[in-house]
């Protein structure tokens, strides 16, 4: 029979991720594995048997990926379908993208990731609507006063969510509003319409789509320090001043062995405040070309960051920032970086996938 602790999944959980789960421990103690502290041993069953989604599933969170529009049919296609419930766009949805030109839209490559996702089962994190990146050029060099420039903001952030209302379960508002030292950012935004921008554009967004649920979302705030701590007193001032912010997301790109000991601590202590919290942009990067103790070292670091999401009650999911190495966006960024996802350039499994599967088989705790 299954251990108590084995049917221990979260209230809500479907019949489906519940038998899901059962086949898979029943699958792992006849293979000699379980659930251990080492997150590469054992769980290779699952890689073979049940989709990661449905051991998310079992345990109340979503497990997510990001995925480029030009990537959805083939094998990554194929495994992004089976393997995850949530998808984020890359860059499908951001304003250069998604606005070029000041009031001409194009939806296309966002509608087709919805569309998939829908097709999928699959919910979809709307990324995102106010940054100070990858912004067209007519709004960057525009000529716009302070008024204009605010109105211009807020009818994009209403367009957008209008077109999306009622298919993006959540949207990162405001992503990466604060410096590594805890200042505010001094983009576009902030530069020319101050802290007030946070504000509005949250009010926009749950104008257009009361539905959906409404997220800053930033790197570098996974342990307490100063960023994080300028993120905590931002989320409570909006608390406040009753502002429709309903969480906070944590990118957590991280180096290898680096996931702060007190990522689970500082999850807590956002949850604490009433607001949802989920890992957005997970990877785990390393020198190029990896080692067998590099990749046990980064299945223990992606184990690390599932069970401190799985340990916070309000702690909604897990987004991979993309799951192979083929199509990675860290070797680009970080010379001499790279293999920093759950699967490797041929998109098989890797000790990274083995560590989240055995993050999911041990549960909440």
């Known amino acids: 029979m299954l ?100 009031g001409t839209y194009d939806w296309a490559a966002g ?116 960023k994080s701590d300028a993120m905590y007193a931002l989320a409570t001032s909006l608390k406040q001043q009753g502002v429709p912010i309903d969480g906070v997301g944590f990118q957590a790109h991280f180096a290898l062995g680096r996931v702060p000991a007190d990522f689970r601590a500082n999850l807590q202590r956002f949850a604490g405040l009433g607001l949802d919290v989920a890992v957005t942009e997970l990877d785990v990067r390393m020198p190029t070309p990896p080692d067998a103790a590099s990749l046990r070292q980064q299945a223990d670091d992606y184990d690390a960051v599932l069970r401190a999401c799985l340990a916070v009650a309000r702690c909604r999911g897990v987004t991979v920032w993309g799951f192979s190495d083929a199509t990675s966006w860290v070797p680009g960024a970080f010379h001499g970086q790279g293999a920093a996802t759950p699967y490797d350039a041929h998109y098989r499994p890797k000790p990274a996938y083995d560590a989240i599967a055995a993050a999911l088989l041990a549960g909440r705790g």
């Open 3 to 102: 251990s108590k602790r084995a049917l221990g999944v979260v209230a809500g959980g479907s019949a489906v991720a519940l038998l899901a789960l059962a086949a898979v421990l029943v699958a792992h103690r006849s293979s000699g594995g379980g659930p251990s502290g080492t997150a590469a041993q054992g769980a290779r069953p699952t890689a073979a048997t049940v989709p990661l989604r449905d051991l998310a599933a079992a345990r109340g969170i979503h497990l997510g990926t990001a995925l480029a529009a030009t990537r959805l049919t083939g094998t990554p296609g194929s495994i992004a379908a089976r393997q995850f419930d949530a998808v984020t766009p890359e860059n499908e949805m951001k304003w250069e993208s998604v606005e070029p030109e000041r």
């Open 111 to 226: 509608d087709a990731i919805v569309a998939f996702a829908k097709a999928h089962g699959m919910q979809v994190r709307g990324h995102n609507l106010v940054w100070h990146s990858q912004l067209p050029e007519w709004l960057t060099t525009g000529d716009f006063s302070d008024d204009e420039l605010r109105a211009v903001m807020l009818k994009h952030v209403t367009d957008e969510v209008t077109h999306y209302k009622g298919r993006i379960a959540a949207w990162d508002v405001v992503n990466e509003p604060f410096t590594d030292d805890g200042g505010y950012r001094a983009g576009l935004w902030y530069r020319r319409l101050g802290v007030s921008y946070i504000a509005d554009a949250f009010r926009a967004a749950h104008a257009a789509d009361p539905a959906a649920k409404l997220y800053l979302n930033d790197y570098g705030i996974e342990g307490i320090g100063p």
